[in-house]
């Protein structure tokens, strides 16, 4: 019933318990280079509603901030999860791994103080040079880079 998503090949496959939320855009250098592009749209379940139904095996994950860790196909590289420490009850993962992406759409821009000068989105969603203000315990805290 829910939303499902997978890998580039095919290894890893997934799905939704609950509706996902909080979906934006992030352009921090973090992701920049876990997806090798400019920004990355990313959304919420909360912990344990992306529910591996294919290869949780070949899943690894990676230190990605002294606060966080990425979660990615071990055999292709397409990156799924964003957790950080500080907010154990939610994981985000790559929108653009869902069967279909448009199922949810970004409501707001983070780090665009970091965005790559020559990509321009032209939407009208919020932008946040960092974090957004609501984001909770971040004091003294940025992905590094
Ligand atoms: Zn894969
Ligand atoms: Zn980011």
């Known amino acids: 019933m829910g ?9 890893v496959r997934y799905e939704l318990a609950s509706d ?12 920049q280079l876990t997806s090798g592009a400019p920004a990355m749209a990313f959304a919420s379940v909360p912990a344990g509603h992306l529910v591996w139904t294919k290869g949780e095996d070949v899943v690894r994950s990676v230190p990605s901030s002294s606060f966080g860790h990425r979660s990615f196909c071990g055999n292709c590289g397409t990156p799924f999860l964003m957790q950080v ?3 154990p009850e939610t994981v985000d993962f790559s929108v653009a791994t869902l069967d279909e ?8 821009h983070i ?11 032209g939407d009208a969603l919020p932008r946040h040079d960092k974090f957004r203000p609501d984001t909770r315990g ?5 992905p590094p880079g």
């Open 3 to 11: 939303l499902t998503g997978g890998c580039m090949c095919g290894s």
């Open 20 to 31: 996902p939320f909080d979906c934006g855009w992030c352009h921090c250098r973090t992701c």
């Open 85 to 87: 420490d500080h907010q």
């Open 101 to 108: 992406p448009e199922a949810i759409e970004p409501g707001f």
């Open 111 to 121: 780090f665009w103080g970091s965005k790559v000068a020559w990509f321009n989105p």
């Open 138 to 142: 971040l004091e003294g805290t940025e």
